[in-house]
């Protein structure tokens, strides 16, 4: 379990990397902005799925 919870602290990280890609000649505006969506979501998904993991750990004892 203590795997699957870095996992998701993994890609709350990489979401948050995503969302950092700086611009140049090959990340152009657009997929900069791409990126900045698909960061947001991952953190956001990633994020609620450690609250339920928590509460649920927090539930059942």
Known sequence: M????????????SGFALINVP???????????????????AIVVFSFVLLYHGIKSLIKK
């Open 2 to 13: 203590l795997q699957l919870i870095l996992l998701y602290l993994a890609s709350i990280l």
């Open 23 to 41: 611009t140049s000649a090959i990340i152009t505006p657009g997929i900069a902005n791409f990126f900045d969506i698909v960061g947001g979501i």
